[in-house]
């Protein structure tokens, strides 16, 4: 049986780890983080869940959709009932317009991560096992861990992990270079969380806006803390990247003074920096990375253009890379 290293435990290498598995390849995931989710992360707090990354997903696709309808049926996901509503701020003058649409919007329950554990479910996870260096001897690869661990055997690699760690990966193992815009295609997010006892004027409010991207309220989100979740955009978040938590919760505190008016008292919750957080629409998508001839591949949602469902997608097609070599190998053997 065919042993697959999937590096990254995030909806992409999830999703190719599932698929793998279920075509009959022995698969291990590693993760740096303490848990499975990636940028599909909610923190767990005593109130509920905070969604500090993604904050619902669209399905288009038909394999995407027949996922989600999965998901659905087993109560790992639900609809968000969300209203939506447009914040812009040009020059200073405010305004706040509702701004209905007929998209369903799908969150993880009770976290936004709970689809991405429940694919890994039955699957071999290493969390708090960052791989820092990969080697290819006699057709077979070996990881090494930050820790000092080496992991051995593998017939192939994937790498699902954001573009600039792909690429130090590869730098470090002395494996070729494989994007000419690694660092700029993801960009960076602080992601806000604040409580304030107040109607939110929309539960999905996207802006135009100096400063934000987009600002939720958690109030119809099952296992969630119901507060607001304000995500600053690239811009503005990379400008002041290095800033504290309290920088953080002192612009939001203003956002929601000034431009939401609320009068209520505010309370500021946690402040989370994203280094790579969202795709920059200037730069045109790569698609998956491959080297076959080292049996590794490399992809995830910046393959095609950033967002969850891009991630589902991106794992599905690792997957079908990995399963057509090997066909390949078997039919010319
Ligand atoms: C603030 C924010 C808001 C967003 N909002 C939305 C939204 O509303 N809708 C939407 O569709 N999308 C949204 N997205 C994008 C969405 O979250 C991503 O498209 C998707 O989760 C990416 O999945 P992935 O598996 O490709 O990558 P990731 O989730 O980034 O997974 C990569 C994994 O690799 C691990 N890793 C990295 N380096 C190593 C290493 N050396 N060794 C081991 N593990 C490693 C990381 O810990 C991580 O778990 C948002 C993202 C952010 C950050």
Known sequence: MKKIA???????????????????????VFDKGRSAGGRMSSKRTEQGYL????????????????????WLEAGQA???????????????????????????RFIGVPSMQSPVKA??????????????????????????????KTYT??????????????????????????????????EPCWAVAMQAEASPAGDAIFCQHPKLRFISHQQYKSGRNCCYILHFNAAFSAEHL??????????????????????????????HRWLYASQNDQI????????????????GDWSYGGRV????????????AVIDSHNLVQESA
């Open 242 to 271: 290095q800033q504290s938590a309290d920088f953080w919760f002192a612009e939001a505190t203003a956002v929601l003074r000034d431009e939401l008016n609320i009068k209520q008292a505010i309370e500021p919750l946690v402040a």
């Open 51 to 70: 969604d500090m990354g993604a904050q619902y997903f669209t399905a288009r696709s038909d394999a995407f959709k027949q996922q989600v309808q999965q």
């Open 78 to 104: 639900e609809v968000w009932p969300c209203t939506t509503a447009l914040l812009c701020n040009e020059d200073g003058v405010v305004s706040l317009k509702s701004s209905k649409d007929e998209q369903r």
């Open 6 to 28: 999937v590096i990254g435990a995030g909806l992409t290498g999830a999703t190719a780890a599932a698929k793998l598995v279920q075509q009959g390849f022995q698969v291990t």
């Open 153 to 186: 055997g593998f017939d192939a690699v994937l790498l699902t992990l954001p573009p600039v760690q792909v690429q130090q990966l590869m730098a470090q193992s002395s494996l070729p270079e494989v994007f000419d815009t690694a660092a700029n295609l993801l």
């Open 309 to 320: 469902e891009n991630a589902y997608l991106a794992g599905l097609a690792l997957a079908q």
């Open 119 to 148: 694919l890994l479910q039955d699957i071999a996870l290493n969390t708090g096992c960052r791989i820092q260096k990969l080697s290819y001897q006699r057709q077979s690869w070996s990881l090494l861990s930050d820790e000092g």
């Open 284 to 299: 045109t998508a790569p698609g998956c990375i491959a080297l076959p001839d080292q049996q590794l591949w490399a992809g």
